[in-house]
């Protein structure tokens, strides 16, 4: 009876071993989906973040802005029609 009790210890220790082997790899794969779930949240921000900053440099770049500074920081005034020149390149290069 000896060795039949023994073989069921063995094999009651070997689907423990199993079970806890299961149990984590189900616990690796609940970090890997929190993580992935968190890094899906940043890049969403990320591409908000940077349609912000798109808008925001197109902005600032446009005409009536860069106008606006120029006259503010530097002191300019467009220039009267009479004041433009125009230089005419020879059609040769």
Known sequence: MRPALFGGVVWIALLAVLLAGIVALNVAVLQANVRIDELTRE????????????????????????????????????????????????SGR
Request: hydrophobic share 40%.
């Open 43 to 90: 890049q969403a921000q990320l591409r908000d973040a940077n349609a912000l900053l798109s808008s925001q440099l197109s902005t600032a770049g446009a005409t009536p802005q860069v106008e606006a500074l120029a006259r503010r920081r530097l002191g300019l005034e467009p220039a009267a029609p009479e004041q433009m020149t125009y230089v005419e390149l020879p």
